[in-house]
Every structure is written in C-alpha cells, then in structure tokens.
C-alpha cells in the first residue's frame, strides 16, 4: 500500500530564509506525486506535481521539488519566505493506475519576522 | 472557471441525526471524490465516482456512510445516525478522469461538520 511521511509537523523559518519541507513515499512503483497548500478554513490548492520526465518540478509562489528516487523523495523548497506562505502543505501521492490521494500528515509551516 | 464548490459550509447536528453534505465538480470532470480531514486522522479518503463505473467506496469508514452522484455532476454524502467522532471537515474533489493519468485534483473548501 502507498504511504507518504512528512517529515516534521511544524517548521517555523524567518522571513527571508530557506523553506524546506520534507516527504518521502513508500512504493514499489514510483508513483505521481503531488504538493498541496491548505489556507486556514480553506481547501488545498496545488501548489506542483510530478509525474515523468525532469525530476526538477517547479510550481506557484516560488515553490519548487525535486523527485529523487533512490531516496524515495520529493522534498519542498522555496529560497526565500515570505509572510504569506505561512499555511500547511500537504505531501500527496498517487500511483500510476490507483485514483485517491494519499496524503502525509501536513506540515503547518510559520514565517517570523 | 467555476471551481469545485460545497455545501453547507459549516453543519452543527446532533448526535444520532443524519446529515446530507454537497458537492458540484467543476464542469467536465468525470472524476469526483470524497475526502475526511480530522485532527487526529489527517486527510482520509471516503469514496470516489468515475462517470458510470460503479464508486470505489473502500474508504468509507462505517455502514453509516454513504454516497451517490447524480447525473453524472453533483454528489451528496449521507452520514446516517451521525457520532461525535464524524466531527471533521468533509473535503469534495474533481479531476478530469480518475486514472491512467497524472489527472490532478481540484478541491473544494470543505464542509466543516460539528457534532454535538
């Protein structure tokens, strides 16, 4: 069965600093992979997704991942926070011929100033 | 576009009532799924509909949970005799098809149930 773990259930970065969020899967097929950002009281928005080819996913908001598959990973990165990016991000995975998400835990990210 | 939308937005009930909770997919999608967010369970799936297949209901938690779709577009889930431990957000989501593809999902804003 597919699993997904988010390393880390609250990170807390200053403004300005690096953004690294972490997920690893659990699959014998390297499955679709997936990045959401949940806003308090509201739904998940995508943020990137991978699925074949550049292993280098780039999404919205300055948010990039990069699938490794020898480590089973598909780590979150933004360069620089901002204040807005304060949410939480949920890992997802999905596998090539399955049809629900399974999601990690979620990672409540906080921005200080 | 419209995107994925739900109803009601929030829902207090009382226990042992039932409760109807909706969904309308963004246009075209064929795909429509149900998810369960609570705190000590995180994200859960519950069910999915894949145009006229029959409904993947392997994550519904109880026999008091139940789906349809009607029409191929709007879906409502029942939760009969509701428990305080159905207490959670309720999560609708739409893709263009549910397989053979990197099909992403769309998700609404959630109905926050409260049971009392």
């Known amino acids: 069965a597919q699993s997904v773990t988010q390393l880390g259930s609250h990170v807390s970065v200053s403004e300005g600093a690096l953004v690294l969020l972490r997920c690893n899967y659990s699959s014998s097929v390297p499955p679709y992979l997936f990045w959401y950002v949940q806003y308090p009281n509201q739904g998940l928005q995508l943020l990137l997704k991978?699925?074949?080819?550049?292993?280098l996913v780039k999404g919205i908001n300055g948010f990039e991942a990069e699938f490794k598959k020898s480590e089973t990973s598909f780590h979150l990165t933004k360069p620089s926070a901002h204040m807005s990016d304060a949410a939480e991000y949920f890992c997802?995975?999905?596998?090539?011929?399955?049809?629900?998400?399974?999601f990690g835990t979620g990672t409540r990210l906080q921005v200080t100033l | 576009g419209a995107g994925v939308s739900q109803s009601p937005s929030n829902k207090v009930t009382e226990k042992g009532k039932d409760v109807e909770l909706r969904c309308d997919p963004i246009s075209g999608h064929t795909a429509l799924y149900w998810y369960r967010q609570s705190l000590g369970q995180g994200l859960e799936f519950l069910i999915y509909f894949q145009g006229n297949s029959a409904p993947d209901k392997s994550g519904l938690p109880s026999d008091r949970f139940s789906a349809e779709r009607t029409g191929g577009s709007v879906s409502t889930l029942t939760i009969q005799r509701t428990q305080q431990e159905d207490s959670a957000v309720y999560l609708c989501?739409?893709?263009?098809?549910?397989?053979?593809?990197?099909?992403?999902?769309?998700f609404g804003p959630g109905t926050r149930l409260t049971v009392t």
């Open positions: 989501a739409s893709s263009l098809q549910s397989s053979g593809g990197p099909y992403e999902q769309y």
């Open positions: 997802a995975a999905r596998g090539g011929t399955a049809s629900k998400l399974t």
């Open positions: 991978y699925t074949t080819g550049a292993t």
